[in-house]
């Protein structure tokens, strides 16, 4: 299997835009985790979804912050508007089961200027 | 609620000298415990873990760590390291039968030659 596969792997973008980070988990796994890492406060977790349903969102930073997964191979995250805060490297990761190993894509360098 | 402290953001070795990168945890029932590899720009890599059984988990790249449940600890060592584990080190707990994975704060490694 490829892994976790993020797009794009690099993004800069304007304050004001609208950016979607993407990712296919690998094939069979049910669990798919968004993170973020800045230097400032590590890594977070922004939602998690199981079976293709959101089941923790308690982490999404604000409501210009959205998550979805129409299927099992592909989720989206988006950030609509974008501020210069949340550039950070955000991570998708995904477990054949939510309490073991998760894989982690190479993630997504978002810069907002 | 469930909390990670890793004691040291810094570690400096040199090679083929000794590490020990420390973890502590604290929950309130039992979780399963982590750690993660981050290579310069690049995702997560899973070294080991601990679900149960033997507290003495070994790892890849010859890392090994010991859970200490008297101690709340999960401490993560190599006898010997080389130039290639110049890395960010993570610690990671989960609640047992959870699904929310909390990571500590890292650890940079640098080996020096």
């Known amino acids: 299997d490829a892994g976790v596969i993020q797009s794009p792997r690099h993004e800069v973008t304007e304050m004001g835009q609208e950016v979607t980070l993407r990712c296919k988990p690998i094939s069979g796994h049910n669990s798919l985790f968004w993170y973020r890492q800045t230097m400032m406060r590590g890594l977070e977790l922004l939602i998690y979804?199981?079976?293709?349903?959101?089941?923790?969102d308690s982490g999404m930073p604000e409501d210009r912050f959205s998550a979805k997964m129409p299927n099992a191979s592909f989720s989206t995250l988006k950030i609509q508007p974008s501020e210069p805060r949340d550039s950070a490297v955000y991570f998708c990761?995904?477990?054949?089961?939510?309490?073991?190993?998760?894989?982690f894509g190479q993630g997504t360098r978002l810069t907002v200027v | 609620a469930q909390s990670v402290t890793q004691l040291d953001s810094q570690v400096p070795v040199f090679e083929e000298a000794p590490v020990e990168l420390r973890c502590n945890y604290s929950s309130s029932v039992s979780v399963y415990l982590f750690w993660y590899v981050q290579y310069p720009n690049q995702g997560l890599q899973l070294l080991l873990k601990?679900?149960?059984?033997?507290?003495l988990v070994k790892g890849i790249n010859g890392f090994e760590a010991e859970f200490n449940k008297s101690q709340t600890s999960f401490h993560l060592r190599k006898p010997s390291v080389h130039i290639s584990d110049t890395a960010e080190y993570f610690c990671a707990s989960i609640k047992a039968a959870g699904n929310k994975l909390t990571f500590g704060g890292g650890t940079r490694v640098l080996v020096k030659p």
């Open positions: 601990y679900l149960s059984g033997s507290t």
């Open positions: 990761a995904s477990s054949s089961r939510g309490w073991d190993e998760a894989f």
């Open positions: 979804f199981n079976n293709n349903v959101p089941i923790d």
